[in-house]
Structure formats: structure tokens, C-alpha cells
């Protein structure tokens, strides 16, 4: 049973719009992770959380631990943005459970 | 410093067959994790190795395997190949396990896509 949901599965936004993504999960966490993979495969980490908000450039990432509950933001959106982006949980050593990932599309 | 590499990039066999992967991770990393991607499953964790020992597993069967060198390079084989295995096979390095938040920063290779005819 994947115990990580994301929503939406698909995304597609205008340029210059706000995005959020969101993640959910069931059981304790060590920490929360956020990862963007575009077309080729290539993934790229983009936040480990374990509370609180964190901020790179555009991309924002917050989590709400009573809650287990994470949101990943992109400010300004950008046709490069376009990717995959997935959010694990990760527990015990480096063990993670992934969710099945938002596809974004941002159209110029 | 160089990244995370994997050999081969690409990979086609047939049922039946073994496949062994190799991962190379950041020098100075000494946890290698390994994973599976497939349309359907999405991505799926396999298992840890740090300090040549396997430290998790993910629900896979035992045609599954590992191991860790003492330079940190990792491999991953797979036996007696079904055409379920076909996939994306990525490995990642971080630089150490629990701890400090930082440590467990995951780096990911490219991935090797094995097909199995």
C-alpha cells in the first residue's frame, strides 16, 4: 500500500501562474522529501523537510507535521518548470515510499 | 566533484537472463540506495547499502540483489529476468544515513533502462 498520495497527477498552468502541489501521508516521518524529474529521466532533490517552510528561489516547500501533510509551491511559473515532481517520505536510514508524482506542464 | 554515474545506460536481454547494474556514487558518499521506476508502480525503493552492509530492503522478491565495495561503488543484479523488470533503474548517493538532515540528501544518477525481451 503506497502511503503517500499526491495531488493533482496533472497539472498544466499558464506561464507566470502560482502552482501548488500537494502530498499527504499516513505514518510518521523522518523526513519529507521533494524531487523533480523531467523527460529523460534525470531526478533532481529539491527539499528535504523534516518541519516548517523552506525556500529555493522560486520553489517553496512547507510542511505541517500534525497534520502529515506537505505542499510544494512554484512562484512565476516557468515553461522550464515543466517536469514530474514527486514527494517521498522517508523513514529509518535512508528507506523512502514515494507518491506517484504531478505531472506539470506550463505553457508559455 | 563528479556525480552520481551508472554503467550501462542501457540494457537489453531476454527472460531468463541475469543483468548485474553498477552505481558509482559521489566520492565521499557512502550510502548507495537503489530503486526501480515503471508507468505502473511508479518509483519504488529496493534497498540501502552503507558500509558494504545492506541496511534496508523494499518489498522485492529475493531475484533482487545487492552489494556495496569497500569504495562505496555499488551493485544490483537481478536474476532469472521477467518481462515485469523492464524499468528504469536508478541508484542514489548520499553521505551518510540518520543524523543530521544533510546527510541523507539523496543524489541520483542517471538510471539505466533495462528492457527484457
Known amino acids: 500500500k503506497n502511503e503517500v498520495e499526491q495531488s493533482p497527477q496533472n497539472l498544466t498552468a499558464q506561464e507566470g501562474e502560482f502552482i501548488t502541489i500537494n502530498c499527504s501521508y499516513s505514518?510518521?516521518?523522518?523526513?519529507l522529501h521533494w524531487l523533480q524529474q523531467h523527460p529523460g529521466g534525470g531526478i533532481v532533490s529539491l527539499f528535504m523537510l523534516s518541519s516548517g517552510k523552506k525556500k529555493h528561489g522560486r520553489l517553496i516547500a512547507t510542511i505541517n507535521i500534525q497534520e502529515k501533510h506537505s505542499s510544494l509551491h512554484i512562484t512565476a511559473s516557468h515553461p522550464r518548470d515543466s517536469a514530474v515532481y514527486i514527494c517521498a517520505r522517508r523513514e529509518g536510514g535512508n528507506q523512502f515510499y514515494f507518491g506517484t508524482g504531478t505531472s506539470l506542464t506550463v505553457i508559455p | 566533484k563528479a556525480g552520481v554515474t551508472q554503467t550501462p545506460r542501457y540494457l537489453i536481454k531476454t527472460r531468463g537472463q541475469q543483468v548485474t547494474l553498477s552505481c558509482s556514487p559521489i566520492?565521499?558518499?557512502?550510502?548507495v540506495s537503489w530503486y526501480q521506476q515503471t508507468p505502473g508502480q511508479g518509483l519504488q525503493f529496493l534497498f540501502e547499502?552503507?558500509?558494504?552492509?545492506?541496511?534496508n530492503k523494499g518489498n522485492f522478491p529475493g531475484r533482487f540483489s545487492g552489494r556495496q565495495f569497500s569504495n562505496s561503488r555499488s551493485e544490483m543484479n537481478v536474476s532469472t529476468l521477467e518481462l515485469g523488470d523492464s524499468a528504469l533503474y536508478l541508484c542514489?548517493?548520499?553521505?551518510?544515513?540518520?543524523?543530521?538532515?544533510?546527510?541523507?540528501?539523496?543524489?541520483f544518477g542517471p538510471g539505466t533502462r533495462l528492457t527484457v525481451l
Open positions: 566520492s565521499g558518499h557512502r550510502s
Open positions: 542514489a548517493s548520499s553521505l551518510a544515513r540518520g543524523g543530521r538532515a544533510l546527510y541523507n540528501e539523496q543524489f
Open positions: 505514518v510518521g516521518i523522518s523526513a
Open positions: 547499502y552503507f558500509s558494504e552492509t545492506q541496511r
